[in-house]
């Protein structure tokens, strides 16, 4: 009785401790850092505003990006992507506009970090793109550019 | 140790195993901790589009030969070219010749070549990619080899290069605007006017 007392803590405690060291090493090998995030503490952050910078989009031409993110958690990220997030879209004013020749350059990869609850501004140039197959009908128009940015633990 | 607590002794110690390594194998694919990487914010921006500008004033000349300096102002900012079209008093708008076909975004000047006798109207507009700008305001008319420079031989004009001479050869009347006659040109009618091509039935011999 004893020694299978003795088997099952020896067992049980070996696999508890390679459970931990693969953990960590799991966690390791995703983050790139040592502290343990539980499934409770998930990432939440929000993109608040985004601007498109520069002057007026024409054919050829190129804005800048800038966006203000926030994180709710009490622990670092790091903003590592930014992607775009469905088709742009021009105003009901200028529906000559068919070819907006307008895109986001996709992904965009980045390196923004976040503290911990924290709310800041990043800014990239260049990536938003206007192509000489813009409409005529898109002089004077309106654009929508949706996306969306991925975040890791920092 | 009897055999019956030996057994369950040895199924704790089994239980204990497949869990641990159910969740060790997780834990080193990742999946314990999909939290860790998360597509979560979204938002959108909003782009201007911009648009071209007009040149403030255009001019065109009659050169030697048959030819038509055009010259305009430059637009700001800088356009990636412009578009010259002419006219005849009643016909459509169509693009300049060669000379000036596509000016540059560098350009304020051209010169069309080879212009068809007639009296012609100049525009321009600046362009960028498939962008046209709005066009200046039309030149004043430019006589090209003779061309009739007053309103009865702008009405007469039938948009394909054919002048027929007014029946009763009165002097200019109220041009509209001042016409520019290509030099050594000589004023219709006259014995020296371009040939026609199909003279009208009515006009009178020259």
Redesign the interface.
Known sequence: ?S???T??TL??GV??G??AA??A???W???GRTTA?S?A????????????TG???????A?G?R?R?TNHKPFAVR??MV?A?GPVTVDAAHPG?VRT??SLVSPIYTSWLLAPRQTKEFATSNK?R???????G????????????????A | MTAAPRRRARSRVAAVAAVTAATATAAATGTAFGAWTTPAGGGSGTAAAGTLGTPPTVTATAQPGRAVRVTWTAVTPAPGGYRVERRRSNGDWEAAGPGCASPGAASATCTDAAVPPGQWFYRVAARQGAWLGTPAATTAPVAVNGAPANQAGEAADDGAGRHPTPSTPTPATTPVTAPVTTPGATPAPTATAPPEPTPPPSAPPS
């Open positions: 009785m020694l299978s007392r088997r099952v067992a049980s696999l508890l390679t459970l693969t953990a090493w799991a966690q090998f995703t983050s995030i499934q503490e998930s990432i939440s952050f929000s993109v608040d505003a985004v601007t498109i002057p007026p989009l024409r054919p050829g031409g804005g990006l966006i993110l903003v590592v992607l997030d506009c020749g307008v938003v206007m192509t000489n197959g813009s409409d005529n898109c002089q004077g128009a309106m654009f929508h550019v949706p996306l969306r940015a991925t975040a890791t633990t």
